[in-house]
């Protein structure tokens, strides 16, 4: 089954513990993304990458990093989370790269995170 | 760069009556575009998209969208809503040939609550 796959789905943490929240997808894709849902301020991007080693700043990047070894796993990292980056995360990927193709976004389940 | 203005932010309707969301993007060139919608507890999917052909675009559930590129307007229509459409609504914008080619710029959603 096509899916992107995100851990944890849920998460409570502290001020300054740096944490990791996994992405993986199986469908071959060559770009990936992250975004942040929240309340009124619908999805923003904070990363993406359109191939292996090659990863760019979305609209919101700051406090987060990213790496993309690989294809298929493009992980979000939290060096100092801080109660700002409580938010709903999403990660999406997508066959899309370049002129011709329909940027269709898969989604994977989300992950809420919450930064006391 | 582009942008996404969703008109309503949210939208109440009894069982049976009809729906029109509005979406307005701002981008002076070729643009890919889409709905996802956003049940409740779960991760956006895709509703319906528009890349080239037919402006008038049919997607699940019975839910249609009308590309007026005059207006640069993308619509979504339901003739009938149910109260499993109960659900928040994102409009989204893609260029094509945009550096990054697969970013998608989201309005800030309709949550769309159906009575029964």
């Known amino acids: 089954e096509a899916q992107v796959t995100q851990n944890p789905r849920y998460l409570i943490t502290v001020t300054g513990k740096k944490l990791t929240v996994t992405c993986s997808q199986n469908m071959n894709h060559e770009y990936m993304s992250w975004y942040r849902q929240d309340p009124g301020l619908g999805l923003r991007q904070i990363y993406y990458s359109m191939n292996v080693e090659v990863t760019d700043k979305g609209d919101v990047p700051e406090g987060y990093k990213v790496s993309r070894k690989e294809k298929r796993n493009f992980p979000l990292i939290l060096e100092s989370p801080s109660p700002n980056q409580t938010s709903l995360y999403f990660c999406?990927?997508?066959?899309?790269?370049?002129?011709?193709?329909?940027?269709?976004?898969?989604f994977g389940e989300g992950s809420r995170l919450t930064v006391l | 760069a582009q942008s996404v203005s969703q008109h309503n932010h949210h939208v109440i309707l009894s069982e049976a009556a009809s729906l029109e969301l509005g979406c307005n993007y701002s981008?002076?060139?070729?643009?890919?575009l889409f709905w996802y919608v956003q049940y409740p507890g779960q991760h956006l999917q895709l509703l319906l998209k528009y890349f080239s052909g037919d402006p008038l675009v049919k997607g699940i559930k019975g839910f249609e969208a009308e590309f007026i590129k005059s207006k640069f307007s993308f619509n979504l229509r339901k003739p009938s809503v149910q109260w499993s459409d109960t659900a928040e609504y994102f409009c989204a914008v893609n260029v094509p040939l945009n550096t990054n080619a697969g970013k998608s710029t989201f309005g800030d959603g309709t949550t769309l609550t159906v009575k029964p």
């Open positions: 999406a990927s997508s066959n899309h790269t370049g002129p011709g193709t329909t940027g269709e976004l898969f």
């Open positions: 981008y002076g060139g070729t643009v890919n």
